[in-house]
């Protein structure tokens, strides 16, 4: 019914990807999630696609490429 999506909270990148692709943000997490990389802690951006979002995105997309 939905999709979550956590996002380290300073990727700008991913953030910004995220809401392009219609994800709302919905909670951030302190200290939340480990850089496997790093070995940091990072806080975390949640964000989340309902079934009914993605239904109106689809449709706005199949539009746009006809």
Do not use: R
């Not at 700008?12 to 997490?29: D, H, L, R, V």
């Not at 939340?32 to 949640?46: I, P, Q, R, S």
């Amino acid at each position: 019914e939905k999709l979550l999506s956590p996002v380290f909270a300073d990727n700008i990148a991913s953030n910004a990807t995220q809401k392009k692709m219609g994800y709302e943000f919905k909670e951030i997490k302190k200290d939340n999630c480990k850089c496997l990389a790093t070995g940091e802690m990072h806080d975390t951006n949640y964000y989340e696609l309902t079934k009914d979002k993605w239904k109106i995105i689809l449709t706005m997309l199949k539009k746009s490429i006809k």
